[in-house]
T-cell receptor, first 110, second 113 residues
Framework: GQQLNQSPQSMFIQEGEDVSMNCTSS?????WLWYKQEPGEGPVLLIA?????ELTSNGRLTAQFGITRKDSFLNISASIPSDVGIYFC??????????FGAGTRLTVKP | DTEVTQTPKHLVMGMTNKKSLKCEQH?????MYWYKQKAKKPPELMFV???????INESVPSRFSPECPNSSLLNLHLHALQPEDSALYLC????????????FGQGTRLTVV
């Protein structure tokens, strides 16, 4: 099946720093989504992207759907301790199959 | 109400036990999903129900048996599980199968002993 390569695997940053993570695929996706999962919880949708080149913000979060439709990035500006968690990208193809990336584990030091 | 509610939150069961996981949503969503998530891994799709009919079974062993009694409820019946089946089981729903903006429940942390 289609593989999503998400990087970095983990990040340790200082409070106030900006964060960037991305997902790439060898195949085209119609939709890119970014989820956040905290310990003991299910994933929560942060941002959904539907068109190539689309740039969408949700507060301090910004995500873009790559022009080639094979990649997406998520930026978090001015990180705070509650940003801690695992961030997953997910892509949906023409068959409506949704695949998750391996996740980026974010640790924010106060 | 934008919640997907899963019960129980934790479950410990023996390999000979029969148990069920339950999921409920009242958002009028017509697609519901079961995912399995191992520690430090992404969720893996198990089953998809669309309009109460099983649409996708991702080659899941028969010791996992899904059931969708109505549009608001989704069950996962467990029987003769193995220790390697221990994981977080997540339920999700979307307005329909074409829609990707999934709402996830908190999950059931299952331990098979």
């Amino acid at each position: 099946g289609q593989q999503l390569n998400q990087s970095p695997q983990s990040m340790f940053i200082q409070e106030g720093e900006d964060v960037s993570m991305n997902c790439t695929s060898s195949s085209i996706f119609n939709t890119w989504l970014w989820y956040k999962q905290e310990p003991g919880e299910g994933p929560v949708l942060l941002i959904a992207l539907y068109k190539a080149g689309e740039l969408t913000s949700n507060g301090r979060l910004t995500a873009q759907f790559g022009i080639t439709r094979k990649d997406s990035f998520l930026n978090i500006s001015a990180s705070i301790p509650s940003d801690v968690g695992i961030y997953f990208c997910a892509g949906q193809n023409n068959n409506n199959d949704m695949r998750f990336g391996a996740g980026t584990r974010l640790t924010v030091k106060p | 109400d934008t919640e997907v509610t899963q019960t129980p939150k934790h479950l410990v069961m023996g390999m000979t036990n029969k148990k069920s996981l339950k999921c409920e949503q009242h958002m009028g969503h017509r697609a519901m999903y079961w995912y399995k998530q191992k520690a430090k891994k992404p969720p893996e799709l198990m089953f998809v129900y669309s309009y109460e009919k099983l649409s996708i079974n991702e080659s899941v062993p028969s010791r996992f048996s899904p059931e969708c009694p109505n549009s608001s409820l989704l069950n996962l019946h467990l029987h003769a599980l193995q220790p390697e089946d221990s994981a977080l089981y997540l339920c999700a729903s979307t307005p329909n199968y074409m829609n990707t903006e999934a709402f996830f429940g908190q999950g059931t942390r299952l331990t098979v002993v």
